[in-house]
């Protein structure tokens, strides 16, 4: 029987989330809309039938994520900080379930099922990378047990460096990860990202 992939968000605490919005929103109001964008992200990944988990080693952030249904990944497994830990702590946990997985920025504003799910039949039999807009990884996602994960800054070049024979897929609605002022003015300048209105 076929197992859908294991598609993963990891989430920072919230109350350390979107700082750099600082300049426009209050901290309540990031917390607001970074809880709300990240259950969004995770909530497409389950449209697209995927089975979605959460990946913390913050006990608010798992709490948030059991209230919404899903389950979590503690990223604290892993022997690397940071996203590259979160990451290599989704392939084991993927290979303990022989499936597929992928790894998706938690601030994809205007993420659809159907977007998500083109990625997730290429990956049935290629490593994918779908690189944001300006440089990043938003999603990465694929069978490979060993691919070399190098989040930061142009993690995008860095992925493809590390891992030449990824595939590249450049999907609009993946492309816009939610960081900086400019990429809110740019998510509600798009009719899909009017949803956004009610937390600024």
Wanted: aromatic share 6%; no cysteine.
């Amino acid at each position: 029987m076929h197992k859908p992939i294991l598609a993963t968000v990891p989430v920072k605490p919230f109350g350390v989330a979107k700082r750099r919005l600082s300049g426009r929103l209050s901290p309540i109001q990031r917390t607001r809309l970074g809880r709300a964008v990240a259950a969004r992200t995770a909530a497409a990944a389950a449209a697209a039938g995927a089975t979605v988990a959460i990946v913390t080693s913050d006990a608010g952030v798992a709490a948030w994520a059991r209230d919404l249904g899903f389950a979590t990944i503690d990223e604290s497994q892993s022997s690397q900080p940071g996203l590259d830990g979160a990451a290599e702590a989704v392939v084991m946990e993927a290979q303990r379930r022989q499936v597929p997985w992928a790894i998706i920025h938690a601030d994809l504003p205007l993420a659809t099922p159907g977007a998500l799910g083109r990625v997730f039949r290429l990956a049935e039999t290629a490593t994918v990378l779908v690189p944001s807009y300006n440089g990043g990884s938003n999603v990465i996602a694929g069978r490979k047990l060993d691919f070399r994960f190098r989040y930061g800054p142009l993690s995008f070049h860095h992925h493809l460096a590390a891992n030449p024979r990824t595939m590249v897929r450049i999907l609009p609605q993946l492309a816009l990860d939610l960081d900086t002022e400019d990429d809110l003015d740019r998510a509600l300048r798009s009719p899909a990202g009017r949803w956004l209105e009610q937390f600024v």
